[in-house]
């Protein structure tokens, strides 16, 4: 249950050099993924395990666009955004919310009705005939989320511990108090995991060339793995083998779908977004 890759967030600073001539040296100035890599490959052809070979070896970040439909589906200005960015050797799309109980803002689009796999078949094809590649990041908001969102009925996440220091925008684009979330059931995991396993589902007949798991910035999965959202007493509290337990399933569920050279995950160890940040993150992310 490895996965290909890990992205993080604000770890990294990238940090280029001249070495001689037309050589540079490009790297990361802190950490140790990508530690060096010459500019002179940076534009060059690549094979990126299962995904396939990427034109060059540039990615795109995931961001949040707000540019779906009322139900989630991608809209014409999604495609052009994506073929936009196309000669990038691979696209992340923006987080896309595997369930109904999965969203937390407005206009994102989701991969869990038909609509919604059609609109993204539409994005893919056009990135692929652009020369491109995408991964899918599968997204559940867990806490950053509001009632307002489902039909009154509390937003989910590992414990009852809400966002603190933060509002939320709602429908109408005003701005609420976050709310105590609900603490997921024991019974209710397995439901969980077939959310993301149907959305890595829907994602390969919706066309994408891999899937990344959001497992960063405060959303649900991180709420599982930080001690500062969860406080549970069960099998997914605790140690940090148990908080690790429901993305580990999450994996186990996606490779079901998905073969592990095009599967990865986005942590944010040192992350505060979504009021985050544990007193015990070097042990949790060591
Ligand atoms: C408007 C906006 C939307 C974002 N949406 C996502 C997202 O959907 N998924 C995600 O993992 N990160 C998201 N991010 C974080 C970015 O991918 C990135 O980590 C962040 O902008 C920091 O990058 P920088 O250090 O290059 O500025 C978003 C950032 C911004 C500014």
Redesign the pocket.
């Known amino acids: 249950m490895v996965p290909t890759y890990l992205s993080f967030?604000?770890s990294f600073s990238f940090k280029c050099t001249k070495l001689s001539g037309s050589i540079y040296q490009a790297g990361f100035s802190k950490g140790k993924v990508g530690s060096s890599l010459k500019m002179s490959s940076l534009f060059t052809p690549f094979k990126f395990g299962g995904i396939g070979e990427i034109q060059n070896r540039i990615v795109l970040?995931?961001?949040?666009r707000c540019r779906a439909s009322e139900n989630g589906v991608p809209q014409e200005m999604v495609s052009k955004y994506y073929v936009q960015r196309a000669s990038a050797g691979l696209l992340t799309s923006?987080?896309v919310h595997i369930s109904p109980e999965a969203i937390g803002f407005l206009n994102c689009p989701g991969i869990f009705t038909q609509e919604q796999i059609n609109g993204w078949k539409k994005v893919t094809s056009e990135v692929h005939d652009n020369g491109g590649k995408i991964v899918i990041?599968l997204?559940h908001q867990g806490r950053q989320s509001h009632s307002d969102f489902h039909n009154g009925e509390l937003p989910v996440s590992a414990s009852a511990i809400p966002v603190q220091g933060d509002q939320i925008y709602v429908q109408g684009g005003i701005k609420k108090p976050y709310e105590t979330p609900r603490p997921l059931r024991l019974d209710e995991m397995p439901r969980i995991v077939s959310d993301y396993q149907n959305a890595a589902r829907n994602a390969k007949e919706a066309g994408f060339d891999g899937v990344e798991l959001?497992g960063?910035?405060g959303y649900l999965l991180d709420q599982f793995m930080q001690s500062k959202s969860n406080t549970r007493l069960d099998f997914y509290g605790g140690s940090v083998e148990n908080r690790f337990r429901l993305v580990g399933e999450v994996i186990e569920g996606v490779l079901q779908e998905w073969s592990p050279d095009q599967v990865g995950i986005?942590f944010s160890p040192n992350g505060v977004y979504g009021d985050m940040g544990s007193a015990d993150n070097v042990e949790t992310f060591s």
């Open positions: 967030s604000k970040a995931p961001m949040t923006e987080g990041q997204w959001h960063a910035n986005r």
